[in-house]
């Protein structure tokens, strides 16, 4: 059975599109091309809710969002104590209701290029 998830070429985009237009039933096309059932199943609710099969952007960063909306917080924090440790920070958060880990804090200052240096 081909997979068809890790690489999307202009080939696979075809198929895919054919799924959609040549076939009465997904299973069939996905019996007749070899690919699973639920992929062609996918195909065709993408192809009615958006207009085509065009596979999505993957990658990316999606859980920054929830780190930045408490980045005045954090900032304040660091502006206080200077040499607050990533671990101290987390537990500050971890006090207020914030879950975050220690990488997610990292990638923070990372992102802003702050560097936090013990003294």
Same mark, same amino acid.
Not at 5 to 17: A, Y
Not at 32 to 52: Q, T
Not at 78 to 90: F, G, S
């Given at each position: ?8 070429s202009p080939d696979c985009v075809g198929i895919s599109g054919r799924?959609?237009? +040549?076939?009465? =039933?997904? $299973?069939?096309? %996905? ?6 059932? #639920? ?21 990316? +960063?999606?859980? =920054?969002? $929830?780190?930045? %909306? ?6 304040? #924090? ?6 607050i440790t990533l671990a101290e920070l987390r537990e500050l958060l971890?006090h207020r209701g914030i879950s975050v880990g220690i990488a997610s ?15």
């Amino acid at each position: 059975m081909a997979d068809f998830r890790r690489n999307r070429s202009p080939d696979c985009v075809g198929i895919s599109g054919r799924f959609a237009s +040549d076939y009465a =039933s997904c $299973r069939q096309a %996905a019996e007749r091309f070899g690919v699973g059932a #639920a992929g062609a199943i996918r195909w065709r609710s993408r192809l009615k809710e958006v207009g085509d099969i065009v596979p999505k952007r993957q990658g990316g +960063d999606r859980k =920054s969002q $929830r780190i930045e %909306a408490h980045s005045q917080l954090i900032l304040d #924090a660091v502006t206080a104590k200077p040499d607050i440790t990533l671990a101290e920070l987390r537990e500050l958060l971890k006090h207020r209701g914030i879950s975050v880990g220690i990488a997610s804090l990292w990638h923070f200052f990372q992102r802003r290029m702050i560097t936090l240096k013990k003294r």
